[in-house]
Nanobody
Framework: VQLQASGGGLVQPGGSLRLSCAPSGSIFSITTMGWYRQAPEKQRELVAIVTTGGSTSYADSGKGRFTISRDNAKNTVHLQMNSLTPEDTAVYYC???????????????WGQGTQVTVSS
């Protein structure tokens, strides 16, 4: 099972993008889901996370501009990004804590990453 992310692309400063991510196949359970990003020559950093119950947490850089949400029925997580700036340019990675099968351990999984470029 892999996490498949979509929605990245090129956008002008001040624009918006919506990222989505979901497992490629069926899974037993999924708890925390979130997004991280990694800009060139920088470490990967948290963007936002959301729990099964809907509690959210954001990095200061995205507060007031980014909104994370999830659809538990579809095991999908979204990241709505508004008022984007060039500093938001990075590869965005989806992350989820999942139990893939009944007998498997709970573990963290990463998506393949989707490029977000903010430029005029």
């Amino acid at each position: 099972v892999q996490l498949q992310a979509s929605g990245g692309g090129l956008v002008q400063p001040g624009g918006s993008l919506r990222l989505s991510c979901a497992p490629s196949g069926s899974i037993f359970s999924i708890t925390t889901m979130g997004w991280y990003r990694q800009a060139p020559e920088k470490q990967r950093e948290l963007v936002a996370i959301v729990t099964t119950g809907g509690s959210t947490s954001y990095a200061d850089s995205g507060k007031g501009r980014f909104t994370i949400s999830r659809d538990n029925a579809k095991n999908t997580v979204h990241l709505q990004m508004n008022s984007l700036t060039p500093e938001d340019t990075a590869v965005y990675y989806c992350y989820a804590v999942m139990k893939v099968q009944v007998g498997s351990k709970i573990a963290g999984y990463w998506g393949q990453g989707t490029q977000v470029t903010v430029s005029s």
